[in-house]
């Protein structure tokens, strides 16, 4: 609220009005519904807040870090404007924020999302929770990839969460844990941490923003 209150808001935008209590009832009635939200606005019509918003509302609570929002976007200037926005409203809490499109080198990137370290000797989670050929992680990245298979993607990214949930107690021996909360990426760049960052995992992911 402090950090809206500075930014001269005394009324949401209609998207955000829209927007914002729909995405916090599903959040909090997921255990009975789960809802994909489609939203079509002109630019500068206050789309990023309207998720920006309610992801930190949701995770506000959390007590162990873990990657729980992925925001995937076109373009490197496009994520860096959004991420800027997520740093901006997490002031004043203990959430992370992390910005993965390949401007810093492959292993600054690695080093800046997993704490500990990070062995490139190890599998990485994808491979083995769910084999070389058979990752929703990565079938949901390919869909993404392809512009106009939006709700394939989102079958693709329930598929994972199905499995996730059947796989929760499943140990993998992965080297460090998330360092953020929150990550803005690029499709590609998110493909090559899938592929080649142990402990880098959407295992608990709640929020997926393409």
Known sequence: ???????????????????????????????????????????GSGKTLAFVLPILNALSSRKIRRLRALVVLPSRDLATQVAKVFEKYVQGSDLKVGLAIGQTDFEAEQKSLILGNVDPTLQTNSSLLYGATSDPQTAVLQHIMQPFNVQSALHAFGDTM??????????????????????ICTP??????LENTPAFSLQHLRFLVI
Do not use: W
């Not at 809206?4 to 255990?31: C, K, N, T």
């Not at 949930?165 to 499943?170: A, D, V, W």
């Not at 590609?188 to 941490?193: E, T, V």
């Open 162 to 183: 199905s499995l996730n949930r059947r796989n929760e107690s499943i140990s993998v021996p992965l080297s460090g844990q998330s360092a953020v909360d929150i990550l």
């Open 188 to 193: 590609g760049r998110l493909m090559s941490h």
């Open 1 to 43: 609220v402090k950090n809206l209150e500075e930014d001269d808001y005394q009324h949401f935008f209609p998207i955000q009005a829209l927007v914002i209590p729909e995405v916090i009832a599903s959040e909090r009635h997921g255990h009975v519904r789960t809802r994909d939200i489609c939203v079509s606005a002109p630019t």
